[in-house]
């Protein structure tokens, strides 16, 4: 969660990020002025699960918690509208509690704004959760039965050299 600067607070750093990248879901029209922009952010932080979003804004990230940091981080991922987001690693250095809910921010921002999300973590329990709580299972079968089965001939060869 160093991708924050922190010399700049977390609400200048998502405002320039909506200012930079308006144009992709709002082609024509005026600018975004920077009242606008910061209005903006704070009903992004709101969405996210961010206590006083109207005082947040201002903070710097070494002011935030672990949690507040990842909600203002997501925060500044969905300020670009994206159609896919990339979680790498997005509950590393958090407590177990507050992972659970940013997995379920995740899972209901996801159905909000119809965004596909792409876990990457070296945390099973995690992948197990999102799994799921998409109502599928992850495959719990031992390695070598995995490469049998597998569709992929890439996932065969990877999983018969023991590289998983």
Do not use: K
Request: charged share 25%.
């Amino acid at each position: 969660m160093a991708a924050f600067s922190p010399v700049h607070s977390v609400g200048a750093q998502v405002i320039e990020a909506l200012r930079l990248h308006e144009r992709q879901w709002r082609p024509s029209g005026p600018r975004l002025s920077r009242t606008e922009a910061r209005s903006m952010t704070v009903d992004l932080f709101r969405s996210v699960g961010i206590s006083m979003p109207d005082e947040r804004v201002d903070a710097y990230s070494w002011q935030l918690s672990g949690g507040l940091r990842q909600r203002a981080m997501i925060a500044m991922a969905l300020s670009c509208r994206p159609r896919l987001l990339i979680a790498d690693e997005p509950t590393t250095a958090i407590d177990v509690t507050t992972q659970a809910q940013i997995l379920n921010l995740l899972r209901d921002l996801q159905r909000r704004h119809g965004t596909a999300i792409v876990f990457i973590t070296h945390d099973l329990g995690v992948i197990a959760q999102m799994a799921a709580l998409r109502g599928r299972d992850v495959p719990r079968a031992r390695r070598w039965s995995r490469a049998r089965s597998s569709r992929s001939s890439t996932s065969r060869s990877i999983l018969t050299r023991g590289r998983c």
